[in-house]
Structures are given as C-alpha cells and as structure tokens.
C-alpha cells in the first residue's frame, strides 16, 4: 500500500498479466476498507470459488457466462454489475467467451 491516500490503476496492464491463464485473479488494492482484484476466467473453465466472508461486487468487463447466486440463475455480461452478499453461494458456469471481471471486497471482517 501506498502513502499516498490515492492511487490510479490502468486496467489494460492488469489484464495483461492475467493473459493465458485459465483462471486467475490478481489483487491489485488492499486497503481497510476494502481490496479491488481483476478476476479471469477462460471459456468452457470452472469457477471454483467458494462464499466469501465479506460483501462483494463483480463488474464484468468483458465476456459472458451464467452466475449462479444461491439457486437463482442468470446470464451476465459486459456491464453486468453484481452484488453478493457475504456467505452467498455463487458461481459463474457455462462460460462462453474469456470473461474478465473487476472484483471488489469489503474488508468488513478485518481483524
């Protein structure tokens, strides 16, 4: 982490590193309030995450696939922004193109 209380990303050089991996995310910010990764998945790959301890948001930058939230289904995209809550079963599956996701954590069970 920085001193400075601001920091400017540039996306292309972070999905740059995820290129040719099937499935990868890469924290690029963590802060006590909250920590920012880009998430990749591969088409036709399985999303093997597993509910998470903290609130979540996914916008999707590029690709679709099917997210699985609890036993709701739903087809996301480009511009697809989604929340889930801490502990919430949920997945992507039937991924048809690379999706590329920006994934932002709250940090609500820092110690």
């Avoid at 499935?23 to 597993?50: H, R």
């Avoid at 996914?58 to 679709?64: D, E, R, T």
Wanted: glycine share 6%; net charge negative; proline share 5%.
């Amino acid at each position: 982490m920085s001193d400075q209380p601001w920091q400017i990303f540039d996306l292309a050089q972070i999905r740059q590193r995820l290129k040719g991996k099937p499935a990868e995310y890469l924290e690029f910010l963590n802060v006590p309030a909250l920590n920012c990764g880009i998430y990749f998945l591969a088409a036709g790959s399985t999303d093997m995450q597993s509910p998470h301890d903290d609130d979540e948001l996914y916008l999707v930058l590029s690709g679709k696939a099917q997210m699985r939230l609890d036993n709701a289904e739903r087809a996301v995209g480009p511009g697809s922004l989604l929340y889930v809550g801490a502990t919430t079963e949920h997945s992507f599956f039937e991924i048809e193109e690379d999706m590329t996701l920006l994934v932002i954590f709250a940090n609500t069970h820092r110690t």
